[in-house]
């Protein structure tokens, strides 16, 4: 088993156990890959979520540049929910996680496709 591989296991972990879902394990696999290399670097893997600038970069470069979705404040309750789900007291929250529960949440799976 790759790094990748343990990586996408951890989330997984993360999904099921912290934020009370069952993964698609293609999708999860998907967001993954396309978080690149950020995956293995230990302060862009995680989303700092108390950092209003770190919401913004979400916002900015993954639901309107990757997801195409059209700015508003629905973007920003849609990463507070998120953040709320998998527990504003976890210290790590894994980017990957965090875009895969967003691409749910917008129904955007396509965009994997």
């Known amino acids: ?3 990748r591989d ?3 296991a951890k989330y997984a972990e993360d999904l ?3 934020c009370g879902m069952q993964p698609d394990m293609d999708l999860l696999t998907k967001v993954t890959i396309g978080c690149g290399p950020s995956i293995y670097n230990a302060d862009a893997q995680t989303i700092a979520a108390s950092q209003k600038g770190e919401l913004e970069t979400v ?3 993954f639901l309107v540049k990757k997801l195409g979705l059209s700015d508003g404040p629905e973007l920003m309750e849609a990463i507070d929910k998120t953040i709320e789900t998998y527990g504003k007291s976890e210290r ?3 980017r990957a996680v965090v875009y895969y529960m967003l691409t ?3 129904g955007k799976e396509s ?3």
Request: hydrophobic fraction near 25%; proline fraction near 0%.
């Open 1 to 3: 088993m790759g790094k």
């Open 59 to 61: 916002k900015n470069n």
């Open 16 to 18: 099921k156990d912290k």
């Open 92 to 94: 790590n929250k894994y």
């Open 111 to 113: 965009v994997y496709g």
């Open 6 to 8: 343990e990586w996408i």
């Open 104 to 106: 749910k949440h917008f």
